[in-house]
């Protein structure tokens, strides 16, 4: 049996693998953090469940979790959420949450007395888009590592990369997992932003293929990772690979092909006016070439395959 340690624990994602966690008997306990207080963190308790608050962005914070409460639990595991999900945030404190916390988690497990493996959620945004560039990418892809992308991209980058130099040379095993966007609310899915709208718009002349995930798929995923053992870098695809058109039908928004410049303005207008999330600028190859990713790795060394299509407010799931 093993504990884990789960970063981002309130968010989507962290609060289903808190719960699924708990229902795993391989799991003596799970010590999850975050930063909102106690009071308002997980809305469940559990005798195997601890629950606290920690600014990940102080490394002070960060070794007095891992030093205190993480090595009095005998933590194995870790397992990193936690990021700024705004496409507009930007700042040193949220370069702070994106990437100087992951350091400072990789630098102390490092050195530490229980932990032996760091479970890391990377994206898919990381990878660059181009159309010299194959539409299916697999790990060796190049990364967008473009001078002037937005900070949501050149964050994750840097974060990934923080992680991937390390592998080899900490005494932990590192995961990184590139994962699909998770089509649900309070993931950061700049897909779901895009299609939780009274419209919908895309540039004229092109409907790239996207590949969506479910949150299930990506906990199921994380899972594997958290009890596997070796360590690498692993795409982890959704179940569903479809045309944006497709999408924006299944989902029952309307759709229309507009000019690219209109589209940027009319979603930063959205943004300013109503607070939505979506960025074209940051989207704006991806709504041109499209990108899916290849889980061959996945489904070979941790026997990850997605299982679980989005259901589709119009359509319903889509078969296999």
Known sequence: MISVLVTGATTSIGERLVRSLLA???????????????H??????????TYTSVDLTKSRRVHELLFGPARDLGVEVVVHLAQSRSAYAVGRGVHARNVEALRSILDLSDRHPTIRRVVVHSFAVVYR???DLPVRVSEDHPL???????QYVRDRVEADLSACTRMGLADCEIVVLRCAEALGPGTGSQ???F?????????????????????ADIVRAMELATHGSGEGVFNI??????????????????????PGPFIRRAYNLRHWLGGGEFSYGLNRKRMHFGLVLDGTRA??????????????????????
């Open 24 to 38: 795993d008997t391989r799991v003596r306990h799970v010590l999850a953090v975050d930063k909102q207080p106690t």
């Open 40 to 49: 308002r963190a997980l809305p469940f308790s559990n005798n195997r469940l």
């Open 129 to 131: 888009v181009g159309l």
């Open 144 to 150: 967008d590592l473009a001078p002037h992308v937005p």
């Open 191 to 193: 897909l779901f932003d």
């Open 195 to 215: 299609l939780d709208a009274p419209v919908a718009f895309r540039p004229l002349g092109f409907d790239p293929m996207v590949n969506v995930a479910t949150i």
């Open 237 to 258: 695809p959704g179940f569903d690979t479809l045309p944006l058109s497709e999408c924006a039908r299944l989902w029952g928004t309307p759709m229309f092909p507009a």
């Open 299 to 320: 489904r070979q060394e941790l026997g990850y395959v997605p299982a679980h299509p989005v259901d589709w407010p119009v359509g319903g799931p889509i078969a296999g």
